[in-house]
């Protein structure tokens, strides 16, 4: 009986580490893979025309005859300018990939200061991976969002900025005070954002008018 109950013991914490970690390797796979992508004839051609006629000359030029309206259209340009991005391609996508996870931890760990203080640190690690993960499973085109860089620079500022606004705006408004400088930054980011893409535009202005309604109705 002492030994049937040690193996059910055992087997239940077998199942419940795995349960835990498996997220953490998900995530994994999905760093891995961004060893497998490489430039688009979209980051080819951006290379090809950069360096025929010059770097501001075909950014001004883009943004004179395309009428662009995405601030990360000169990243895009000055990335794709060299070889050594386009040789070693999976460096941005990584990098995109732990600042969404870093900044999602941030705004995990802000928002469960709020509520509580009891939530161990491996938790809000492990929560914020869960959101990052349900992110990955809900964008429209992972291909494009995550392992495209032109696309992945495209869209994925507009979020990384949002989270970081929001977080702003939490720790402000409830767990600190207000100052000028949060004030400013606030600005600038929302410049910033509504810059990035339609998107990030349109989610932005949603997310505003919630706010103001919301601080409305509390005052």
């Known amino acids: 009986m002492t030994r049937s109950k040690g193996n059910n013991r055992f087997i239940a914490n077998c ?9 953490y390797l998900i995530f994994l796979l999905l760093l891995l893979l961004c060893f497998f992508c490489s430039p688009s004839a979209e980051d080819l051609a951006i290379n090809y025309y950069s360096r025929l006629h010059g770097l501001g000359k075909f950014i001004s030029q883009f943004y004179h005859d395309s009428g662009s309206r995405y601030f990360s259209f000169p990243i895009i340009t000055w990335l794709c300018n060299g070889n050594f991005v386009l040789s070693h391609y999976y460096i941005v996508l990584i990098f995109l990939f732990i600042a969404l996870w870093l900044l999602l931890l941030l705004f995990v760990k802000t928002v469960t200061g709020v509520l509580t203080e009891d939530i161990p640190g491996k938790w809000i690690m492990w929560f914020s991976l869960i959101f990052l993960l349900s992110v990955c499973s809900a964008v429209f085109e992972i291909a494009s969002f995550f392992y495209w860089m032109s696309g992945s620079i495209t869209y994925l500022p507009s979020l990384l900025l949002f989270l970081l606004l929001l977080t702003i705006l939490i720790r402000t408004s409830i767990i600190a005070k207000w100052k000028i400088a949060n004030f400013i930054f606030c600005v600038v980011l929302v410049v ?7 998107i990030g535009l349109y989610f932005l202005v949603l997310f505003l008018f919630w706010a103001q309604c919301l ?4 005052h």
């Open 15 to 23: 199942i419940r580490y795995s349960l835990f970690y498996l997220p």
């Open 192 to 198: 910033f954002i509504a810059g990035t893409n339609e």
């Open 215 to 218: 601080y409305y109705s509390i």
